[in-house]
């Protein structure tokens, strides 16, 4: 959308404000409202002056001004403002003599990767398309102190209210049961399709909507294929669209790897090929699992680095409650067809070439998107570069192999600790085309290093079961 053609949307739906919206190097948006009169070509060359310091992972508070530069083509009307609004995702950059590119900003990795595909492959682009998964709770409470903590969550449609059911007319969903389950029992389903008409008005289209195993309130999404960067951006929409919409609708929305105890995770499972003009490169008739050399290749790089990339798919301590046997959910390094206990899935229902593709399913919603993607795909250019053959597929569930057969194969990461260590050792690809840089790679693991300690010196209820009578 060009600046012309974003001043007559605002001009239509008669806007008062310009809401800039820009990821900090986590993952979360931080925003800036201005007047709908800044919508200007000066905005797009000057930008708006903001505090890089302020932003976690960002620049130091000596040097922290820096400047958003918004992206017309992310412009969407927001419906979560009272007074007419339109939204624009924004880019951070260093102000200087000269406005030039962050090198921490996670939208210039992502726009970098693509780039660098651009160059060792010419005429490929990466696609992507990721399921959403996530709790919508009716109850929410936590707090961390000096003398005591807790969480407590509540959903009306889990089993544990059963006895105590006085308004919602029985009709719970039992543990690991919720998946697919039709109304009454699936009660959210009217917002989910809400917040789908509502990601599709703003040009984010959807394969479809369901609720998950999870019975106490899980739920997924699943985004239909688009380009690496313009993916990493129509994923922060879809996070910002099911917790705003459910807020709105008095409920609260969590992408968190694991909320609940000895219940199944939410991960944020990613689909993605290359292609050309003529459709996915991974395809072909006569090779393994029909996957081609390239796609092979690709899977290879993925498979050799994947210990470090979960330093970015799996960027929380939360994460690795997830990764946990027994839940359907990859914990070693493996690639098989229709294999859900896999690190690598080639899906077994695929029936169109022209798409053929393979879903990663360690990553979960604590990935910043624009960094997630990108990782993923630099080990897969390092694997076709290499030629990184990845073996033949693992046709076998993990979580059935005796522990002799499991030691043979690799093992991913059980702690963010251990991805963070790998992320150290194994980060040369990372920083191939000038796509990562030492400079966001120190702040991430310092970042993520903090958040380990944050966790690590606190005590938990369970501990007090476990010790208290020592």
Request: hydrophobic share 35%; net charge negative; glycine share 8%.
């Amino acid at each position: 959308m060009s600046l012309n053609q974003v001043k007559q949307t605002a001009k239509e739906i008669k806007a008062e404000f310009l809401d800039l919206k820009v990821s900090n190097l986590p993952g979360m948006w931080h925003h800036i409202t201005l007047p709908i009169l800044s919508l200007d070509s000066a905005l797009l060359k000057t930008g708006v002056g903001v505090d890089g310091s302020s932003l976690p992972g960002f620049a130091r508070i000596e040097r922290g001004d820096m400047i958003l530069i918004p992206d017309t083509s992310t412009a969407f009307i927001d419906p979560f403002y009272e007074r007419p609004t339109l939204s624009m995702i924004a880019d951070i950059m260093d102000a200087g003599d000269k406005i030039t590119p962050y090198s921490r900003n996670p939208r210039r990795v992502a726009a970098d990767a693509e780039k660098h595909l651009s160059r060792k492959r010419p005429g490929l682009k990466a696609v992507m398309g990721p399921e959403f998964e996530f709790y919508v709770f009716d109850k929410v409470n936590f707090f961390q102190g000096p003398d005591h903590a807790f969480y407590y969550l509540d959903s009306t449609e889990a089993e544990w209210n059963a006895e105590q059911d006085n308004e919602n007319l029985a009709y719970k969903i039992a543990y690991k049961k919720g998946y697919h389950v039709a109304p009454p029992m699936d009660r959210t389903y009217n917002l989910r399709s809400q917040i789908c008409a509502m990601l599709a008005e703003v040009g984010v289209p959807l394969k479809y909507h369901h609720h998950e195993v999870g019975g106490g309130g899980q739920h997924e999404i699943e985004a239909c294929f688009a380009s690496l960067l313009k993916m990493a951006d129509q994923s922060m929409l879809v996070k910002y669209f099911v917790k705003n919409e459910c807020f709105r609708e008095g409920k609260s929305a969590t992408f968190m790897p694991k909320p609940l105890f000895n219940e199944p995770g939410s991960g944020l499972h990613v689909h993605q090929y290359l292609a050309d003009d003529k459709g996915s490169v991974f395809y072909d008739k006569k090779g393994p699992a029909r996957f081609s050399r390239t796609g092979l290749y690709y899977i290879g790089g993925l498979l050799k680095h994947v210990d470090s990339i979960l330093a970015f798919s799996n960027p929380s301590t939360n994460s690795f409650k997830r990764l946990v046997p027994g839940f359907e959910v990859p914990v070693a390094g493996t690639y098989s067809v229709g294999n859900r206990t896999a690190c690598i899935r080639i899906p077994g229902y695929q029936r169109d070439p022209k798409m053929m593709r393979f879903e990663f399913r360690p990553g979960d919603g604590t990935m910043n998107p624009y960094l997630g993607y990108a990782a993923m795909l630099m080990a897969g250019i390092d694997g076709i570069v290499r030629k990184i053959d990845p073996g033949l597929p693992l046709d076998r569930n993990l979580d059935e192999m005796s522990k002799e057969e499991f030691a043979g194969i690799h093992q991913l990461p059980t702690s963010l600790t251990k991805a963070l260590n790998a992320l150290e050792k194994d980060h040369d690809y990372l920083l191939q085309g000038g796509v990562f840089t030492e400079d966001l790679l120190e702040s991430w693991t310092g970042l993520k290093r903090k958040e380990v300690d944050e966790i690590r010196i606190r005590p938990t209820p369970h501990e007090f079961q476990m010790y208290y009578d020592v």
